[in-house]
Nanobody, 120 residues
């Protein structure tokens, strides 16, 4: 089993910054990808940013390009999301996801979610 621990959310004014962190622990064999998703009230969960460990590529939702930066620390099994120039529409619950390969299958693990609120 793999556990994810998220931190760094909170309340911030428009234009402010927050940094989300997610640490994976437990029986980790190989992480294929790490990412952040978000879900606003009444909306579907959407991809915010993702790192593919197999080819070291990053991808971002168009709405956050140029404002958010995803990074990882492979030694610490951690992924981070630096969020700058925050807007009220960034308000959502943010979820960490890892794609973990356990030598047999690849499985998605989700964090519990962390709230980000941006006030105008």
């Amino acid at each position: 089993q793999v556990q994810l621990a998220e931190s760094g959310g909170g309340l911030v004014q428009t234009g402010g910054s927050l940094r989300l962190s997610c640490v994976a622990s437990g029986s980790i064999f190989k992480i294929y990808a790490m990412g952040w998703y978000r879900q606003a009230p009444g909306k579907q969960r959407e991809l915010v940013a993702r790192i593919d460990m197999r080819d070291s590529t990053n991808s971002y939702a168009d709405s956050v390009k140029g404002r958010f930066t995803i990074s990882s620390d492979n030694a610490k099994n951690s992924v981070y999301l630096q969020m700058n120039s925050l807007k009220p529409e960034d308000t959502a619950d943010y979820y960490c996801l890892i794609k973990h390969f356990n030598q047999v299958v690849t499985w998605d693990y989700w964090g519990r979610g962390i709230q980000v609120t941006v006030t105008s």
